[in-house]
C-alpha cells in the first residue's frame, strides 16, 4: 500500500483545465492508493483550493485534499478559516518559494498555525531551494508552536537536506517528506537520527516520476516495518485517514 503524501494537480494554461485524469492514471500504474493532493496554478488561491475540494468530492476514497496559503495575501487568515472548516482539506501548504517569501518576517503565518492547531492540520512547507526555503526559518515557528506538525517538504532538498534531518532531530514535532531528495547520504541520515514514524513518502508529482520517487528507497537497507511506516502508516495517522 502507499499513500503519496506530496502530490500537484498540473493544469493547462490553455484550456485552464486540471488534468485530473492523468493524475489518476499515475496512481493507478504505480500503486498509489490515496494522495495528497493541491492546486498550485489557478485563477486565485481561494479557486486552487475549491478546485481541489471538488476532486475530493468526486474521488473521496483516492484523493485527500490539501489546502494551499499565501500568508502574504490580505485574506490569508480568512482563507484558512474557511478551508480548514472543509472536510475534504486535511492539510495545509506554505509555499515560500512558489508565493516569494521569507516565512520569519512574514505576516499572517503565526494566525495560520493557529488555526492548524486548533483543526489538527498538518503544516507542509516548501524547503530545499535558496534563501527563502531555508529549512530553519520554520524551524523558529515550529518551537514556537509546539503542538502544530510541521512537514519538510522535500526534506531540505539538495540545499539543506543535512540540517533539514538535524532540525528534525531536535524538534519532535518536524517531519520530513521524502520528495526531490536524491542524496543517499541525507536519506541514510534521516533513518540514523530522525524517529521512523516522522519520515513520509512523497512524490511531487507531476514534477517527478512517481516511480523514480519510489524505488530510491529500494538502495536503502529499511525493514519491512519501516518501509511500512514510510509508505502508508504514518501518513494515515498524520493525516487521520481511517
Given at each position: 500500500?502507499?499513500?503519496?503524501?506530496?502530490?500537484?494537480?498540473?493544469?493547462?494554461?490553455?484550456?485552464?483545465?486540471?488534468?485530473?485524469?492523468?493524475?489518476?492514471?499515475?496512481?493507478?500504474?504505480?500503486?498509489?492508493?490515496?494522495?495528497?493532493?493541491?492546486?498550485?496554478?489557478?485563477?486565485?488561491?481561494?479557486a486552487?483550493?475549491?478546485a481541489?475540494?471538488?476532486m475530493?468530492?468526486?474521488?473521496p476514497?483516492?484523493?485527500?485534499?490539501?489546502?494551499?496559503?499565501?500568508?502574504?495575501?490580505?485574506?490569508?487568515?480568512?482563507?484558512?478559516?474557511?478551508?480548514?472548516?472543509?472536510?475534504?482539506?486535511?492539510a495545509?501548504?506554505?509555499?515560500?518559494?512558489?508565493?516569494?517569501?521569507?516565512?520569519?518576517?512574514?505576516?499572517?503565518?503565526?494566525?495560520?498555525?493557529?488555526?492548524?492547531?486548533?483543526?489538527?492540520?498538518?503544516?507542509?512547507?516548501?524547503?530545499?531551494?535558496?534563501?527563502?526555503?531555508?529549512?530553519?526559518?520554520?524551524?523558529w515557528?515550529?518551537?514556537?508552536?509546539?503542538?502544530?506538525?510541521?512537514?519538510?517538504?522535500?526534506?531540505?532538498?539538495?540545499?539543506?537536506?543535512?540540517?533539514?534531518?538535524?532540525?528534525?532531530?531536535?524538534?519532535?514535532?518536524?517531519?520530513?517528506?521524502?520528495?526531490?531528495?536524491?542524496?543517499?547520504?541525507?536519506?541514510?541520515?534521516?533513518?540514523?537520527?530522525?524517529?521512523?514514524?516522522?519520515?513520509?513518502?512523497?512524490?511531487?508529482?507531476?514534477?517527478?516520476?512517481?516511480?523514480?520517487?519510489?524505488?530510491?528507497?529500494?538502495?536503502?537497507?529499511?525493514?519491512?516495518?519501516?518501509?511500512?511506516?514510510?509508505?502508508?502508516?504514518?501518513?494515515?495517522?498524520?493525516?487521520?485517514?481511517?
Amino acid at each position: 500500500m502507499i499513500i503519496d503524501y506530496h502530490a500537484h494537480v498540473k493544469r493547462d494554461r490553455r484550456t485552464g483545465k486540471y488534468l485530473l485524469p492523468e493524475l489518476l492514471e499515475d496512481m493507478e500504474q504505480n500503486g498509489v492508493s490515496q494522495r495528497l493532493v493541491s492546486a498550485m496554478e489557478g485563477a486565485s488561491i481561494s479557486a486552487q483550493n475549491d478546485a481541489v475540494a471538488e476532486m475530493v468530492r468526486r474521488f473521496p476514497q483516492k484523493l485527500v485534499g490539501c489546502a494551499v496559503i499565501n500568508p502574504k495575501e490580505d485574506g490569508a487568515a480568512e482563507e484558512m478559516e474557511r478551508v480548514s472548516a472543509l472536510k475534504e482539506f486535511r492539510a495545509v501548504e506554505l509555499d515560500s518559494f512558489e508565493h516569494g517569501y521569507l516565512p520569519e518576517s512574514c505576516p499572517h503565518v503565526d494566525e495560520i498555525l493557529a488555526l492548524a492547531r486548533e483543526r489538527e492540520m498538518p503544516v507542509n512547507v516548501y524547503t530545499g531551494s535558496g534563501r527563502r526555503t531555508a529549512p530553519h526559518q520554520w524551524g523558529w515557528y515550529a518551537k514556537r508552536h509546539p503542538k502544530v506538525s510541521f512537514v519538510m517538504l522535500h526534506m531540505g532538498g539538495v540545499d539543506f537536506g543535512y540540517s533539514c534531518v538535524d532540525l528534525a532531530e531536535a524538534l519532535p514535532n518536524v517531519y520530513l517528506e521524502t520528495s526531490d531528495q536524491i542524496e543517499l547520504q541525507v536519506l541514510r541520515k534521516a533513518w540514523e537520527h530522525v524517529p521512523g514514524e516522522r519520515i513520509l513518502f512523497g512524490s511531487k508529482y507531476p514534477v517527478l516520476f512517481t516511480r523514480c520517487s519510489a524505488i530510491t528507497f529500494d538502495m536503502l537497507d529499511l525493514t519491512s516495518a519501516q518501509r511500512d511506516q514510510l509508505f502508508f502508516q504514518n501518513a494515515q495517522r498524520l493525516l487521520r485517514l481511517s
